[in-house]
Nanobody, 127 residues
């Protein structure tokens, strides 16, 4: 059974950094398409970044140059390094996985593509 567990969220002042982690179990990590999504109260879930099994990445325009998605296949862990955080980055962040290859630019925009989700980790950025 596939399980995804996020960690690393918290409260930070604008301009600060956080690193989110997503520990995966129950499958071969390197065979999957992975992504980070976020959802703020009253808003739709938004694709932040995605990565495929060979490391191709895609980012939302709002986070390009500030966030970096990466994965450690040996540790079965997905990361999201978030720098220069802004108050508008405040949201619940979710890790997602799907057991098939993907076009990362498309997958990032389609939360319905992903079949497995973590429980989320809250990120709050104060001004």
């Amino acid at each position: 059974q596939v399980q995804l567990v996020e960690s690393g969220g918290g409260s930070v002042q604008a301009g600060g950094s956080l690193r989110l982690s997503c520990a995966a179990s129950g499958y071969s990590f390197s065979m999957y398409c992975m992504g980070w999504f976020r959802q703020a109260p009253g808003k739709e879930r938004e694709g932040v970044a995605a990565i495929d099994s060979i490391g191709r990445t895609s980012y939302a325009d709002s986070v390009k140059g500030r966030f970096t998605i990466s994965q450690d296949n040996a540790k079965n862990t997905l990361y999201l390094q978030m720098n220069s955080l802004k108050p508008e980055d405040t949201a619940m962040y979710y890790c997602a996985a799907e057991a098939r290859s993907c076009y990362v630019d498309l997958a990032r925009k389609l939360p319905g593509f992903f079949g497995y989700w973590g429980q989320g980790t809250q990120v709050t950025v104060s001004s």
